[in-house]
C-alpha cells in the first residue's frame, strides 16, 4: 500500500530527498505516485511535520 501525505505537509521537501525511486512531487502539499511508491516507508519517518502516512 503506497504512503499519502496529509494536509499536516509543510512542504518542506526533506521527503523528495530520501525517496529511493523518486514517487514524490511537489506542490502546496507533496505528493506520492502510488504507481511509483515501493511502500519503504522512507519519507514517513524523515517527515518533520508527520504528515505522511500508509494509504
Known sequence: MA??????????GTCMSVC???AIS???IYH?????????????ASCPSDA???G
Open 26 to 28: 511537489e506542490g502546496d
Open 3 to 12: 504512503h499519502v501525505i496529509t494536509d499536516a505537509c509543510v512542504a518542506c
Open 32 to 44: 506520492i505516485d502510488p504507481d511509483k511508491c515501493i511502500d519503504c516507508g522512507s519519507c514517513a
Open 20 to 22: 529511493p525511486v523518486d
Open 52 to 54: 505522511i502516512t500508509e
